[in-house]
């Protein structure tokens, strides 16, 4: 490999830390941590922070100043996504007590979002070099980061692409959950001959957009994990056991699948994530040799402007200071000074294994296909393991209190993987940029702070405006419209449920039991196709291979775990966004080469680049736009003037008009993201291209599916 040549210089010199950039970047900061906040409670997972972040600051910097530098554009970047991922900690564990009966107050939660946030970004930076410099792994959504600064940097259409896409989520974020103009989701439910069958789709532009930046690949067994529980374990279950009584199929057939289902997707997860960081074991171990055995030596001044990190003596002592104030809020919080010793012993070992962890396989395999969950799990049983000795059996602490000191020193260590991951893309933009390390590590750790704020603030306000986790909601309904709105957290409440029943709770076993044997077949499948089929598990043979990190190919069981938990129509919806990216990139590539048999050729893998490239902008902006008028919603019904009440002669349309409402947008943004697509001279090309990848990806899978 040749040496490394960043965008910038070495020994050019620009400004990095203006006052506008830290300004501007605790600002967007802000904004987009409410955001990801409102975005992950509402469908459970959250996308890479670092390119909606590229995108935005790019946007507002741009706009607003004229001799703005790309290493400017890179700060305010850093800032933004640090907050973005640190949110994705927080939310996926703190509302978690609300599931376990317990108070989720905006003290608390700040506190565990600043000692996780903090102590997983210096444990980042320390590694900064071994992994990005020495090993040099890719970090996917780093390169993405960078070409999307570059693209800023020189200007172009891609600022009114960006500018378009906000404006566009926003109107329809406030239309549909402002105005409420129109139906939030269509349900339908049949009962045919006692079977009863169910389908939904949720009217989200942003969800559209999340799935075509996650692409087909991840959707489709997202997707899948749905039908599973949907179409084939309800109903099977109902005819077993009996349907609810409830005059409404739709309703009645939630609510077995509420009850009994999604536990399916629980026990699948739990196995799933612990299974994920057995299977990379290989890399896991790679990463942490590399981390221990890390040279983090060396003065700012022996080292070239590119390579200077914050100081590894500052690093440490900021560390013992963390360590130190993690004790005292242990102490705080479960009264207990054996306790706290021990959980404050306990995070410094975990937190680093975790920090190293996900930032190694970030670089592997991306942010976004890192096993965060599967990480958060296997801390929340190691934590129940020792809170358990420690306060169970040493101390006779109440079952009750035990389940809430688990969850209070597991956050921290959750919170801490989360922002690991995606503090080495950022680094890894810098990097390729040429960025002054040390500067743009301060600029994280003040993303950090900023984000550790406004999370909490977000939290609260949208549990008071629209209840967190059905959970919490039915024995808390709202006093206006009950749960009618509540944002489903998915994730938090499987963290509470799994808590729960680690210590005995009230949990659903039977169904429990039965996500760890699918869970297990999937497993057994998986090893079974790994002797005749290759390591690139691609959906119709087209999608980005994921790396094959040990024995066999990487069926991703725990997207298919989530799609088995979250709603149907959350599944449904992403399923059409990922359906979208794969329809338009495989029209590029017909286009050009005006066939879809073989592999494509170098250009139209490269017209495909383009189109997805433009999509993955116009979905950032939509995700921002939407997200952010749903906070600002909240905001208006907590001051007592909920948007849905200021024109109320509007009313709600009905299903029909609500669907081609909601195609309207669809549409436009189809239309948008095929703007680029390579010419072609047949009539009504885009249907006519449709039509060819259709067949074509039919006859992939059925050859995929054909065992030698």
């Known amino acids: 490999m040749g040496e490394h040549r960043p965008y910038v210089p070495a020994e050019t010199t620009l400004p990095e830390l203006t006052v506008r950039a830290l300004i501007l970047g605790v600002i967007l900061g802000a904004l987009m941590t409410a955001a990801n906040t409102y975005l992950g409670l509402y469908m459970g997972m959250t996308v890479s922070a670092s390119i909606p972040a590229a995108v935005m600051s790019m946007l507002l910097l741009r706009m607003m100043f004229k001799d703005v530098n790309i290493l400017e554009n890179n700060i305010v970047q850093t800032m933004t996504s640090a907050g973005e991922s640190l949110a994705a900690g927080v939310l996926f564990t703190m509302p978690a007590l609300l599931v ?122 997202i997707f899948f994990g749905a039908i599973i529980g949907v179409f084939i374990l309800t109903p099977l279950y109902g005819l077993t056991y009996g349907w609810p009584v409830d005059h409404d199929i739709a309703h009645g057939f939630k609510t077995l699948w509420m009850t009994h289902i999604r536990f399916v997707g629980v026990g699948c997860m739990v196995v799933g994530g612990l299974w994920t960081l057995i299977d990379m074991r290989g890399t896991i171990k790679s990463g942490l040799k590399k981390a221990i055995g890390a040279d983090v030596s060396g003065e700012m001044g022996s080292l070239p402007r590119t390579e200077q990190d914050i100081p590894m003596n500052r690093a440490v002592i900021a560390l013992g200071v963390i360590a130190f104030l993690t004790f005292l809020f242990y102490w705080w919080k479960t009264d207990s000074l054996l306790l706290a010793i021990v959980g404050a012993i306990f995070l410094a070992f975990t937190a680093f ?226 359906s979208l990216n794969y329809l338009v990139s495989r029209s590029a590539h017909l286009r050009v080469d005006d066939t879809l048999r073989g592999s494509p050729s170098e250009e139209a893998i490269e017209a495909g680049k383009k189109v997805i490239s433009r999509g993955t902008l116009m979905s950032a902006g939509l995700i921002a736009g939407e997200a952010l008028m749903g906070v600002l919603i909240a905001v208006f019904i907590i001051f007592g003037s909920a948007p849905s009440s200021w024109l109320p002669f509007l009313g709600t349309l009905g299903p029909v008009f609500s669907t081609l409402f909601f195609l309207w947008f669809f549409g436009v943004f189809t239309w948008l993201v095929t703007r680029n697509l390579p010419t072609s001279k047949r009539p009504f090309s885009l249907f006519s291209d449709w039509i060819q990848v259709l067949f074509d990806g039919g006859r992939r899978l059925f050859e995929k599916m054909r065992v030698p």
């Open 100 to 221: 376990m009966g317990r108070e989720m107050d905006t003290l608390t939660t700040f506190i565990v979002a600043v000692l996780g946030g903090i102590i997983g970004t210096i444990f980042t930076i320390t590694l900064r070099r071994v992994f990005i410099v020495e090993e040099a792994l890719l970090y996917p959504e780093g390169i993405a980061c960078e070409e999307v600064l570059i693209a800023g940097e020189k200007g172009g259409s891609y600022l009114n692409v960006i500018l378009y896409a906000l404006g566009l989520g926003a109107l329809y974020g406030w239309m549909v959950k402002g105005f409420e103009l129109t139906q939030a989701k269509v349900e339908v439910a049949a009962d045919i001959i006692g079977v009863r069958i169910y389908s939904s789709l949720d009217y989200s532009l942003s969800l559209i957009a999340v799935g075509w930046i996650v692409g087909m690949q991840i959707a489709s067994f």
């Open 353 to 578: 294994f975790f920090s190293a962890v996900a930032g190694y396989i970030a670089g592997v395999v991306g942010s976004s296909n890192s096993p965060v969950s599967g990480m958060t799990i296997a801390t929340i049983m190691a934590t129940t393991l020792v809170v358990w000795l420690v306060g169970g059996v040493i101390l006779g602490m109440a079952q009750t209190d035990l389940m809430y000191a688990t969850l209070i020193i597991a956050s921290i260590v959750a919170v801490n993987a989360a922002i690991a991951g995606d503090v080495m893309q950022d680094l890894k933009t810098g990097h390729l940029l040429g960025a002054t390390p040390w500067k743009q590590q301060i600029a994280e750790l003040i993303g950090v702070l900023v984000g550790a704020v406004v999370a909490p603030l977000t939290l609260t306000v949208l549990n008071e405006a629209f209840r967190i986790t059905p959970t919490y909601c039915a024995a808390n309904p709202h006093p206006e419209w009950g749960c009618a709105k509540v944002l489903e957290a998915p994730q938090a409440e499987i963290i509470g449920t799994l808590i729960q029943g680690l210590f005995g709770g009230d949990v659903n076993y039977p169904m429990l039991g039965l996500g760890v044997l699918v869970a297990v077949i999937i497993i057994g499948a998986r090893w079974y196709l790994g002797s005749w089929q290759s390591s690139k598990i691609r959906l119709f043979g087209i999608s980005t291979p994921i790396p094959k990190l040990s024995g066999g190919p990487q069926l991703p069981i725990m997207s298919i775990a989530i799609g088995m938990y979250l709603p149907f129509y959350l599944s449904a919806t992403i399923f059409l966004g990922g």
